[in-house]
């Protein structure tokens, strides 16, 4: 098996004839357990986009993504163990469970291979870790209204859907960002499911009950537009919504920056995380020295970057970004 | 003695189908054709193969068990938790759980319930107590078991080695023991069996409580893999296990089953599902490409059946 490898690469190297990294005879395989949503799409096409360019000028051997088709942990287990028998060096995993493959997590990195875990993280402690800081995500939108309302005011809190670990997280961020400034106030919560629809109704139905000097919302993503159209629906002014970079959320803060200076910021975790995902198996590969934990960095949009975001964001999706060679170094470096 | 008797009959299509995928594998992938390639090609398959013959128990006696993933993530629970820190509590857990599933047998007889209602109410129980017991995905395998379940012996590896027992253990007690007969009858014909002085009563409870008891196992078996349980881990489990019945000759109704067939169908599910992978089928696919297997084989064993029939009748 190793023969083979090493002949593999060799024949790669000569084929192309010029120096290049070692990792040119490497394969990775992305294991992907879910594709059912917006955002698992704008991640799989990433991945394309990034691996393609990088797979034919021979950074690495091959890049190939596959996707369970139930999103059950133990699909996605014997998923793993077919990469491991098809001989990838590398294995990138979005998880279904974070403890329920770590059995095949094991195996593979007992049969040599790097693994990668990213977004849906694994536990496994040889497996490497891509964290998404949602509390620091919560954190951050209140670290904005500081600067944004000096005054601090009564807050109205959008939550996700309840029992999720990412909804418990984000809104403990935010939290502890109140408690640090008593100037703001949380005076309401209602669960928007990130989804607008449901966010509006939510919203429309605790308005009548809250006081009427809300200056801000916070919010954990796909739910900042449906918020907007209850304040609208109830006649009352609009506060500072932060919004979570879909598209129609984009939009209406275009609108209404146009229309009458409205500044908010918006904050999400960009699908193209996988691509980040990638290029950190690239260096381990490599043979860099990096960090079992790292963090994804979120994608930030502020006034100013509004524009040139909301022009790359597809109607209906999400913004988001690709991740480069030199992110990923940035990142396991920690800057 | 006769060279094909309907119980071999029964067995030739489940073990051609995995012997075709098996070579199919081989040639796509001779990286499988080792020691460790066969073990990870197979061990998710022993857990999937105890719940199989524990859905065969059931479907022994013209019963179907709609709980079967619900069980054994629960079990799977369970043994990443009370198992490991208090075995003593979780075993006396575990025994009860097969307990419920003897109640639920007899239940379903004395009120002539169907069971497909039943375990499909059964399976929120069970599935609300694993969120319970695991509201995260967490917990630790016992280390006897991770050490069961990692073992290498000589020869064969761990998957196969325990397909073979698992096989051969479900065999004697359907096929082979007085218990099994019973058992068989009570699908076929259980006014016969009543008639005959058994207490059907008895015999659906027994049935039920050995099927609680393969579930059990498989359950742990499949943390001993897994290394910690979710409680959503074996939801696949229900529909697996009635189509690896199926698979390998077992019939719906009728007392009809094949233990060491069951135990071919799970692992030709799980082989099907690697092969799909090898061949690179998009996942879009993939289910309908699995689907696409088993009504091959169905319907191979469809045109079999029907030549046999025609065979007996000259």
């Given at each position: 098996m190793k023969h083979s490898l090493v002949l593999g690469s060799l024949v790669l190297a000569l084929m192309s004839g010029s120096a290049m990294a070692d990792t040119s005879g490497k394969k990775i395989a992305l294991s992907n357990n879910y594709a059912g949503n917006s955002w698992r799409q704008a991640m799989l096409q990433s991945w394309d986009k990034v691996t393609k360019p990088a797979v034919e000028s021979g950074v690495v051997a091959a890049a190939d993504a596959f996707t369970t088709a139930e999103n059950q942990a133990t699909e996605q287990a014997a998923q793993i163990q077919n990469l491991i028998l098809q001989g990838y060096d590398a294995i990138v995993i979005n998880a279904a469970s974070p403890t329920a493959i770590n059995g095949a997590v094991k195996e593979a990195c007992d049969a040599g291979i790097i693994v990668v875990s990213f977004?849906?993280?694994?536990?496994?402690?040889?497996a490497w870790r891509i964290a998404v800081d949602f509390a620091g995500m919560g954190k951050s939108e209140i670290d904005y209204l500081k600067e944004a309302l000096p005054n601090g005011g009564k807050l109205l809190e959008i939550r996700g859907l309840a029992g999720v670990f990412v909804d418990d997280e984000i809104s403990k961020g935010i939290h502890a960002g109140v408690a640090e400034n008593p100037q703001f106030e949380i005076v309401g919560s209602v669960h928007g499911d990130w989804a607008q629809d449901v966010a509006q109704k939510a919203v429309a139905g605790i308005l009548p009950s809250l006081p009427a000097d809300i200056v801000a919302v916070v919010t954990q993503g796909g739910d900042g537009y449906g918020a907007a159209q209850a304040f609208a629906a109830a006649g009352r002014p609009t506060p500072t919504i932060i919004m979570g970079n879909r598209q129609d959320e984009l939009a209406w803060w275009k609108e209404q920056k146009d229309a009458n200076g409205y500044k908010t910021m918006s904050v999400s975790i960009a699908p193209g995380v996988s691509t980040l995902a990638f290029w950190v198996a690239q260096q381990i590969l490599d043979g860099k020295e990096v960090p079992k934990d790292l963090i994804v960095p979120f994608l930030r949009i502020d006034q100013e970057t509004l524009e040139a975001n909301l022009a790359s964001t597809p109607v209906g999706g999400v913004a988001n970004v690709e991740y480069s060679q030199e992110d990923a170094i940035k990142v396991i470096e920690g800057k | 003695m006769k060279l094909l008797t309907a119980e071999r009959i029964r067995l030739l299509v489940p073990s051609m189908s995995l012997a075709v995928l098996l070579v199919a594998v081989f040639w796509l992938q001779p990286r499988t054709m080792s020691y460790t390639g066969l073990n990870l090609l197979f061990n998710l398959a022993v857990p999937i193969a105890l719940a199989t013959v524990a859905q065969m128990l059931i479907m022994m006696v013209n019963d179907l068990d709609l709980s079967m993933g619900t069980f054994v993530s629960f079990v799977a629970c369970v043994t990443a938790t009370w198992v490991q820190t208090d075995p003593l509590i979780g075993f006396a857990i575990l025994a009860a759980c097969i307990g419920v599933y003897a109640l639920i047998g007899a239940l379903i007889y004395l009120r002539n319930l169907p069971s497909i209602v039943v375990t499909l109410g059964m399976s929120f129980v069970w599935g609300g107590l694993a969120v319970l017991l695991l509201p995260a995905p967490g917990g630790v395998a016992p280390d006897w078991i991770r050490a069961i379940m990692t073992v290498k012996p000589p020869f064969a590896p761990m998957a196969i080695v325990a397909s073979i027992g698992i096989a051969l253990v479900a065999h004697w007690l359907v096929m082979r023991s007085s218990l099994g007969v019973v058992l068989r009858g009570v699908g076929g014909n259980e006014r016969t069996v009543e008639r005959a002085g058994w207490s059907v009563l008895r015999a659906r409870a027994t049935a039920y409580a050995l099927a609680g008891f393969f579930a059990v196992l498989a359950g742990m078996c499949l943390v001993g893999l897994t290394t910690s349980a979710d409680a959503n881990i074996a939801l696949r489990y229900t529909l697996l296990s009635i189509a690896g019945v199926i698979l390998g000759g077992g019939e719906f109704v009728g007392g009809r089953v094949s233990p060491i067939g069951a135990v071919i169908g799970a692992l030709t599910l799980t082989l099907a599902a690697s092969l799909l992978s090898f061949l690179k089928i998009s996942p879009d696919w993939q289910i309908g490409a699995q689907g696409a297997i088993l009504i091959i084989v169905l319907a191979v064993r469809l045109l079999l059946n029907r030549s046999e029939a025609r065979g007996t009748g000259q």
């Open positions: 977004d849906g993280i694994v536990t496994e402690p040889c | -």
